[in-house]
């Protein structure tokens, strides 16, 4: 069977990534792009790497052009997914890249978004851990799913098996990321030109305020079957000179009197059959280069006895696992179809 999808927000950098593996998925027909402001233009006039796709048009965003589709990506700032959402009722496949259906929380959407209040979606991590079963049961045969925040995905997978395992203390967690500009969109802004990027690096969001922190916290709740109260995290995202990728290095307390084995077992029997995420060997660590264009988040391990805490080293290809290959990979268990479906573990080097 092939489905046909329409994509929204298909002039950023987002939904070119969501096209840009849809374009190799044998089972999907991309038949609609849209936009707002690029809307009328012509789809590889915003994104000239996807040849295959240079008959489509951009056309406007609007519940009626969207409709009709047997699946909907929502490539959009957050805040704007929710009022498209409640007009596709019908279609059998929405999934959201925004915001808008990510948090179980009202208080949560209004301490860090505001606006309207949208319920919750099956959460689209597969490999995630909620009270013992990989979040991929949940998206089997999903009708509608939030696909994650990058940074917020990254740091979860990368404490998730610790927390679930009780072998460290997630009350307090120090998360810093190195991210690519790319995860801020394509909008224009100052702080992201060229010049004010390249040669060095810049925090943002410091002191408790970037976004994705209730998603982390959510997440991470989930996985331990505590309150997201019990969950305390020190987060702070640096912009480094990279168009691509998030390195996240975290840190928390080792919990109880527990060994270096099973600490490291905790991970290795989260993600030992996994596919895209997997752990390095001990004493190895990943670089963002090794996951360019990658669906794969890499994960290395270290036990600092000396400071008590477990440092995890995470690399993943923000518009890739981050996102789009996050989405795609959700969609193929929600159409019941293989897994890996047009995404690879494989990244482009050099």
Not at 19 to 40: C, Y
Not at 232 to 247: E, W
Not at 315 to 339: H, W
Request: net charge negative; aromatic share 4%.
């Amino acid at each position: 069977m092939t489905y046909s999808v329409a994509v929204s927000g298909a002039s950023g950098y987002a939904g070119g990534e969501i096209l840009r593996l849809l374009a190799s998925h044998p089972d999907i027909e991309i038949r609609t792009v849209t936009a707002h402001s690029n809307a009328g233009q012509p789809l590889v006039q915003h994104q000239p790497h996807l040849r295959s796709l240079a008959h489509l048009t951009l056309q406007d965003t609007t519940p009626e052009i969207l409709a009709g589709h047997d699946i909907v990506f929502l490539a959009l700032p957050h805040g704007q997914s929710g009022q498209y959402t409640d007009a596709l009722g019908d279609t059998p496949l929405v999934i959201d890249a925004g915001a808008d259906h990510r948090l179980t929380s009202q208080d949560s959407w209004d301490a860090f978004y505001g606006g309207d209040f949208h319920e919750p979606w099956a959460y689209g991590v597969p490999e995630l851990l909620v009270d013992g079963v990989k979040q991929r049961e949940t998206l089997r045969g999903a009708t509608r799913i939030a696909a994650p925040g990058c940074n917020a995905s990254t740091v979860s997978l990368s404490l998730a098996p610790g927390v679930a395992a009780g072998v460290i203390d997630p009350g307090d967690i120090v998360s810093v990321l190195a991210v690519g500009p790319s995860g801020a969109g394509k909008s224009l802004k100052t702080n992201l030109l060229g010049s004010e990027i390249l040669g060095s690096a810049n925090p943002y969001a410091v002191g408790g305020t970037h976004r994705h922190i209730p998603e982390i916290r959510q997440a991470l709740a989930a996985a331990s079957g505590a309150a997201a109260d019990g969950i305390r995290i020190s987060f702070t995202p640096v912009i480094v000179p990279m168009s691509r990728g998030i390195l996240a290095t975290s840190t928390a307390p080792i919990a109880g009197d527990v060994s270096d084995a099973e600490i490291r077992s905790a991970w290795e029997n989260a993600y030992g059959d996994e596919t895209f995420v997997q752990l390095l060997p001990e004493g190895h660590f990943p670089r963002t280069a090794d996951v360019l264009g990658a669906n794969t988040a890499l994960i290395g391990l270290a036990i600092d006895r000396a400071a008590n805490r477990v440092t995890v080293v995470t690399a993943v290809d923000n518009l890739v696992k981050g996102t789009a290959g996050a989405a795609i990979q959700s969609m193929n268990l929600a159409l019941g179809l293989p897994e890996s479906r047009a995404l690879s573990v494989n990244g482009v080097a050099p």
